[in-house]
């Protein structure tokens, strides 16, 4: 394939390759930050090459939105990549069309019959990080979670105190150095005469009274110091065999959400740390993929899994310091007592943890909670404030719980 690199109209930007023959079956991937496209040779003017990118990204634009972007497939949890690819559906995918920019050429930029062709289809879209987070969450009109303040501090900009005698020339007030020379001057003028020979407006010059050490005054700011905000996620999945590939995918896509948004509230100061859970065994995952792929025993058990969390938050995490969550994914199939249920979460909440989502993920909507989150259902009330529920059984029910959980979690602030 022969290319050559065209800017695109207007600061917008793409990636579109071709191959040699119009027409033939062909991928675009588009990519947002890049500004340059990439087109086959004699491809005619750009002028109205321009026109049709203009409109195919006007058509695009629309397509993208933040309840969409979530259905893609997400690879990874934490997104630590530089460019996030997603699948646009339903666009007709814009192409060249050779001959037509030339005099009396014709064919147009989109889909439909003709030398344009192609019809509606999925377009792949790839997207920096920093943009996918401002589209996912834009127009959520959800307020920040509930922080705790730390014991570290940091300067987020200075307040002017007042002026002082001494500091660095940087921070020399020439206004009011000056007015104390002048000060002094006039003084000095009283007591001797012959300063002012010469002077036109009976105050001596800079030659005769100089500018001295005590005339110097010195601008002096305070810095503005705030406790540092951190936390810590907790992202516990219940490993069991009822727990299918799918459920569980249902789960890292809800993560994949938690965790981008805390790190919008926290400006990135978030730990993470993985658990992977059967009945009794209970596994602390260094990687997602040890996450995803972790092995356990048979059956389910909420308790052991907390009593990790705990474990792990009270020697690394504390809460003088840091915010606490914890996100539970299961499919509620769970072999222990209501209360024993209901005393796993309750530790956590007694040791200061912030907040605990218990999420549900089936295959189908169902007619309510299965047993784990009945149990949860039923707390006292001064603990279910701190807890919030929610059921998925597919991928456009996930932003759905994510609004509700944070807004539970919201109202405290």
């Known amino acids: 394939m022969s290319n050559r690199v065209i800017p695109v109209p207007d600061g917008r930007s793409g990636l579109i390759l071709l191959p040699e023959t119009a027409g ?26 321009g026109r049709d990118v203009d409109r195919f990204f006007e058509r695009l634009q629309k397509k993208i939105d933040p309840t969409q972007m979530v259905l893609s497939p997400v690879s990874n949890i934490f997104g630590n990549q530089d460019k996030i690819k997603l699948q646009v559906a339903g666009i007709n995918e814009w192409r060249f069309v050779f001959g037509r920019d030339k005099k009396g050429g014709g064919g147009g930029g989109g889909g439909g019959n003709g030398k344009g062709g192609g019809g509606e289809q999925s377009v792949e879209v790839s997207i920096s990080e920093e943009e996918y987070d401002r589209r996912l969450f834009q127009g959520l009109e959800l307020p920040n979670m509930l922080k705790k303040r730390g014991g570290e501090t940091e300067i987020v900009g200075y307040r002017l105190r007042g002026l002082a005698n001494q500091g660095s020339r940087a921070e020399l007030s020439m206004k009011d150095t000056f007015k104390n020379r002048y000060k002094r001057a006039i003084a000095l003028a009283k007591q001797n005469p012959e300063l002012l020979i010469g002077s036109l407006n009976n105050v001596p010059t800079l ?56 790190n919008r509230v926290y400006n990135k100061r978030v730990h993470v740390v993985m658990i992977a859970h059967g009945m009794e065994i209970v596994i602390e995952c260094e990687t997602e993929q040890q996450f995803r792929n972790a092995s356990v025993d048979g059956g389910t058990a909420f308790r052991p899994a907390m009593n990790k969390v705990l474990e792990i938050a009270q020697e690394r995490f504390p809460t003088s310091r840091f915010n606490l969550y914890m996100d539970h994914a299961t499919d509620g199939d769970t072999w222990e007592e209501d209360g024993e249920i209901r005393a796993a979460y309750r530790q956590l909440l007694d040791n200061g943890f912030n907040f605990l989502t218990y999420l549900e993920t089936l295959d189908s909507p169902g007619n309510g909670f299965a047993k784990g989150g009945r149990a949860l259902q039923g707390l006292d009330p001064f603990y279910l404030k701190n807890v919030g529920l929610a059921r998925v059984h597919n991928d456009a029910t996930i932003m759905a719980a994510f609004q509700s959980l944070l807004k539970k979690d919201a109202v405290r602030a």
């Open 24 to 49: 033939s079956e062909h991928k675009m991937i588009l990519d947002v930050d890049v500004a340059v496209m990439i087109a086959p040779p004699g491809s005619g003017v750009y002028d109205q090459r």
């Open 207 to 262: 030659k005769q009274v100089p500018i001295a050490k005590m005339d110097k005054r010195y601008w002096q700011f305070d810095a503005v110091l705030e406790p540092k905000s951190e936390a810590v996620v907790f992202l516990v999945c219940d490993n069991s065999g009822s727990m299918t590939k799918f459920r569980r995918e249902l789960a890292y896509k809800y993560f994949h959400l938690k965790y981008r948004f805390l």
